[in-house]
């Protein structure tokens, strides 16, 4: 079974992210990136998938500049065993990306698709629902367990409230939520094998999608700082303030 | 000039930065510098992901990495402890004498143990009146049918007593000639009978350790002597640059932890009303750790590209150890007046690097010894 990734080159998550001072956006000149912490999850899964004996092939898949490349050469040495490059610069959009990805499973006709829940920089949640709808696939989202099995895929999602567990017919979209797994450190024979698999770039153009942004940004400004706090003597004054001046607990 | 690293550098850099992340939170490392106590899941974790193996060949079941990749390494390991480090140092270092020095068998035999992690490698040269000056040594061994029987004492090795430890000694085998000519390296297993290790109390490095050893008719099998009879100083001078080298990439990695701690410090830390990095004797102070580490970092990766370009780098190298180590005890102590009371505190981390830095100076070749090498190259002749 062939699996298709899609991974997204982030800020990383250490970085303490500053908007730019036109507020056109947030500052990404000398910050550290890194892959989208869901994706990468969602690259350990198909790794496991396919230690597992379930999964054959593992393609994924990145859209952005030539600098995803650095990220996608990760993914590789996780174990992913070649990749793709939709390479442009413009700036893309959950709509654009979905529609890029579905050329690209145009193309390369996997059973499943596993991307992180959101990316971590815009957290717009979108991307993976987007393609499942314009596959006209089952999705199964939030995924906190997955069993692949030749005909369906059974998936646990974590709810408001709880556990749900589905079966999804494949191929299908599922997208990973944090406990899905903890991704392994990438070992150092694995890094340098990364440097002989295969990363083939391609354009929008090529795959015929229209990436043109579809929405505007207006500003972007910096979360409104937080007030200092207050030390409270004793444990009696704190239960007095939350009762009188928070009025959170009665 | 290029200052880029690879594709696969910057991913090593990641991969390893993530790992002791996790694995060498600053719980990890305080505790065992409390306890004292070895690394030795953090070593496991350098096992696993195949940093052991890093520049060995792939024969041996290693990556071929180049001197860059472990300059990288060194400088990502002793971030979080200069002290850990020696740990993958000690393994490293000896590991690769025998691949330049051993037999096909020796390097089967003891190369394929050390990758796999079954055991670790440490050096033992130092005595109690042979420091700096190595041809002042007085242990040796002698010929007794297909064994040696080594007899003296070896003192400041670090690493020594660890599970699994061979030492990697140096000793004499002919006393009657310069120890150029007349010393030799043996493999030792620290459990063997005869050798006595104990711990010693030091100021830093406590948890790797450093310990002394005494040999009382250690009998090793002849097959355990590398590079070959009285052929010990090849052995040592085989690895030197390397060596220095990642001692001086390691001082940076710490060095630079350092100044880290201190500038967060410096940032959250209010008196007055305002953050103390908001005073310009702070401010400044803070400037010029900073601009001395770069200048050190930028030091050692030069000698490292010319080490990577075949180029002799004896002075480039030399001058790397000298700032380096001298940064790293400078920056640390910077560090502490900026942390005022809590730097001297043993809960913050300030006062390990203070205590780690002090020895940079003084093991692997002296400060003072940097500069005769270097004052000796530029034609002085030091007496
Ligand atoms: C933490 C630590 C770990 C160590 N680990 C190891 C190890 O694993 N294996 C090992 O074999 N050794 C190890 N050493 C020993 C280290 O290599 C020696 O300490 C070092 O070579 C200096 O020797 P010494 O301590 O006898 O000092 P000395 O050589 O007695 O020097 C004392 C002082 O005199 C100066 N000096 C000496 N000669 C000259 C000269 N010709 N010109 C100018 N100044 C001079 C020195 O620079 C120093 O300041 C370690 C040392 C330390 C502190």
């Known amino acids: 079974m062939k699996v298709l990734v899609p991974i997204k080159r982030v800020i990383d998550y250490n970085v303490k992210v500053r908007v730019r001072s036109d507020g056109t956006g947030v500052e990404t000149a000398n910050v550290k990136m890194s892959m989208n912490p869901f994706d990468e999850i969602a690259v350990e899964e198909a790794v496991r998938q396919k230690e597992a004996g379930v999964v054959s092939e593992i393609v994924v898949v990145s859209c952005g500049t030539t600098a995803c490349q650095e990220t996608l050469r990760t993914a590789l040495a996780i174990g992913a065993d070649r990749a793709i490059l939709v390479d442009t610069a413009v700036e893309l959009q959950p709509l654009a990306v979905a529609k890029l990805l579905r050329a690209v499973v145009d193309r390369e006709q996997p059973r499943l698709v596993i991307l992180g829940k959101q990316a971590i920089d815009d957290d717009c949640n979108q991307t993976g629902q987007m393609l499942a709808a314009l596959l006209g696939w089952p999705q199964a989202t939030f995924a906190s367990k997955l069993v692949v099995e030749a005909e369906s895929a059974l998936v646990t999602r974590e709810v408001d409230g709880g556990l749900e567990t589905i079966r999804v017919g494949l191929p299908a979209v599922i997208t990973t939520d944090l406990r899905l797994n903890e991704p392994r450190y990438v070992t150092l024979p694995n890094i340098m094998k990364a440097k002989k698999k295969t990363l083939d770039p391609v354009t929008p153009d090529a795959l015929g999608v229209d990436v043109t942004p579809r929405l505007k940004t207006l500003r972007v400004d910096e979360p409104p700082k937080r007030k200092a706090g207050a030390k409270v003597p004793d444990a009696q004054t704190l239960a007095d303030k939350l009762k009188n001046e928070a009025k959170v607990v009665q | 000039m290029d200052f880029e690293f690879s594709e696969e550098q910057n991913l ?3 991969a390893v930065r993530k790992m002791m992340d996790r694995v060498a939170t600053p719980e990890y490392v305080r505790r065992l510098d409390r306890e004292q106590a070895y690394p030795t899941e953090l070593y496991q974790a350098w096992v696993d992901m195949g940093l052991i193996g890093l520049p060995f060949p792939e024969a041996y079941g290693g990556s071929s990495g180049s001197v860059i990749d472990m300059v990288i390494l060194a400088e990502e390991l002793s971030r979080k402890s200069a002290d850990f480090y020696m740990a993958y140092a000690g393994s490293i270092f000896c590991g690769l004498n025998v691949l330049r020095k051993g037999s096909e068998e020796q390097k089967k035999r003891w190369l394929g143990q050390l990758l796999e992690g079954k055991i670790r490698m ?3 040269m130092s005595e109690p009146d042979a420091g700096s000056d190595v041809g002042a040594m007085r242990t040796t061994a002698r010929r007794d049918g297909d064994h040696w029987v080594i007899n003296g004492q070896k003192v400041w090795a670090t690493g020594a007593g660890a599970k699994d430890n061979v030492i990697n000694v140096y000793v004499k085998t002919d006393t009657t ?3 150029r000519q007349g010393m030799s390296l043996f ?6 009978p005869g050798l006595e290790i104990r711990k010693l109390e030091m100021l830093g490095r ?7 050893l005494f040999f009382n008719d250690v009998r090793v099998p002849a097959d355990q002597l590398i590079g070959g009879e009285n052929k010990g100083w090849e052995c040592v001078l085989s690895g030197l640059q390397i060596e220095r080298l990642c001692s001086a990439a390691g001082n940076c990695g710490a060095a630079q932890a350092a100044v880290d701690l201190a500038l967060e410090y410096a940032k959250e830390r209010k008196q007055f009303g305002r953050p103390i990095g908001t005073n310009q004797a702070i401010a400044h ?3 010029d750790m900073q601009t001395e580490v770069d200048a050190a970092r930028t030091l050692t990766w030069r000698a490292a590209w010319m080490v990577a370009s075949g180029r002799d780098a004896l002075r480039e190298i030399s001058m790397a150890k000298l700032m380096s180590s001298e940064t790293y005890v400078k920056v640390a102590n910077q560090g502490m007046q900026i942390l005022g009371g809590y730097g001297y505190n043993m809960e913050f981390d300030m006062q390990r690097h203070y205590r780690d830095a002090r020895s940079a100076t003084v ?3 002296s400060s003072q010894m940097q500069r005769n090498v270097i ?9």
């Open chain 2, 187 to 192: 493999l030792v297993e620290n459990t063997t």
């Open chain 2, 12 to 14: 090593l850099r990641d």
């Open chain 2, 363 to 365: 093991a692997a070749g």
């Open chain 2, 122 to 124: 440490s050096i033992s």
């Open chain 2, 206 to 212: 406590r948890c790797v350790g450093t310990y002394e």
């Open chain 2, 375 to 383: 004052a000796g190259l530029m034609g002085l002749k030091v007496q």
């Open chain 2, 285 to 287: 102070m803070l400037a």
């Open chain 2, 177 to 179: 000639v310069n120890y």
